[in-house]
């Protein structure tokens, strides 16, 4: 198996971007993929395999990868993008999934 | 309507077993990948297992190997999570989703079901 590791918490100013990071070895191999999960909600996937969008799926939102680190960019942030996210792709033996521990993000 | 619904949930005492099934609907069920992901309560997501489209390939989390098995009968549309010996740890929301790549991303997913471990 392997680990994402992500920032416990993020802040953003209504209106402004902000980069949620996701690290591990397995980024170099695999894509990432960015989920949103508000309170006592499934998730919701935002970007899939790097840097796809789901349809519906506000245009403010868009993934990168670099090396073994893997982000999601919120440009325009709203005050309903307040949520916690998760990254999450295959581990290094390509045989396992692997989540990261989420980033709260506030919207102030 | 493209869903995905759990059930089988519930209080069990340490030890025990449960199993978990998800039935879906609005989609060929057949041709996609499977997940089932869990969740304490105010944690993270974990995955727990994935299944093939033919259901004759599977993985699970070292956590759970052993001790649970995900199957699936794509005739009746439903995913299952068979868990044996469970453990305090186990307790979580256990949510079952859909892998339209095969990549470990997942697409839709459903409401999830809550398994208590206690005595």
């Known amino acids: 198996s392997s680990e994402l590791t992500q920032d416990p918490a993020v802040s953003v100013a209504l209106g402004q971007t902000v980069r949620i990071t996701c690290q591990g070895d397995s980024l170099r191999s695999y894509y990432a993929s960015w989920y949103q999960q508000k309170p006592g909600q499934a998730p919701v996937v935002v970007i899939y395999n790097k840097n796809n969008r789901p349809s519906g799926i506000p245009d403010r939102f868009s993934g990168s990868n670099s090396g073994n680190t893997a982000s999601l960019t919120i440009t325009g942030a709203q005050a309903e993008d307040e949520a916690d996210y998760y990254c999450n792709s295959r581990d290094t033996s390509g045989n396992q999934v692997v989540f990261g521990g989420g980033t709260k993000l506030t919207v102030l | 309507e493209v869903q995905l619904v759990e059930s089988g949930g519930g209080l069990v005492q340490p030890g025990g077993s449960l199993r978990l099934s998800c039935v879906a609907s609005?989609?060929?069920?057949?041709?996609?990948?499977m997940h089932w992901v869990r969740q304490v309560p105010g944690k993270g997501l974990v995955w727990v297992s994935r299944?093939?489209?033919?259901?004759?390939?599977?993985n699970h989390a070292d956590s759970v190997k052993g001790r649970f098995t995900v199957s699936r009968d794509n005739a009746k549309n439903t995913l299952f999570l068979e868990m044996n010996s469970l453990r305090g740890e186990d307790t979580a929301v256990y949510y079952c989703?859909?892998?339209?790549?095969?990549?470990?991303?997942?697409?839709?997913w459903g409401q999830g079901t809550t398994v208590t471990v206690s005595s």
């Open positions: 989703a859909r892998d339209p790549y095969s990549s470990g991303s997942m697409d839709v």
């Open positions: 609005g989609f060929t069920f057949s041709n996609y990948w």
């Open positions: 299944i093939n489209s033919d259901g004759n390939n599977s």
